[in-house]
């Protein structure tokens, strides 16, 4: 892109992030208390998926299966809406 190019988003790129965040924080918000505590700890608290299994005294592999599901989940909501 040249130097003199505007690559702020524009109003229609703006609108569309926050429409998609609101769905998002929607689809965050249905999943399972459990669920929506392991995207909790790993995107935010970046926690990797042996602490997380501390947090809960379950291993990582069943963390893995529990972020998986909950992937799956927001992936059919988000879908939804798009």
Same mark, same amino acid.
């Given at each position: ?6 690559d702020t ?5 703006q609108l569309a992030?926050s %429409?998609?965040?609101? !769905?998002?924080i929607?689809? #965050?918000? @249905? ?13 935010v ?6 602490e997380?299994?501390?947090?809960? %005294?379950?291993?990582? !592999?069943?963390v893995c299966? #529990?972020? @998986? ?5 927001l992936?059919?909501a988000?879908?939804?809406k798009?």
């Open positions: 892109m040249p130097w003199f190019a505007d988003p524009d109003a229609f790129e992030d %429409d998609l965040r609101d !769905a998002l929607a689809a #965050i918000t @249905a999943l399972p208390e459990r669920e929506a505590q392991v995207i909790q700890l790993y995107y608290e970046e926690m990797n998926l042996e997380i299994g501390a947090v809960f %005294d379950i291993g990582a !592999a069943r299966q #529990i972020k @998986a599901s909950a992937h799956a989940k992936k059919r988000l879908a939804r798009v």
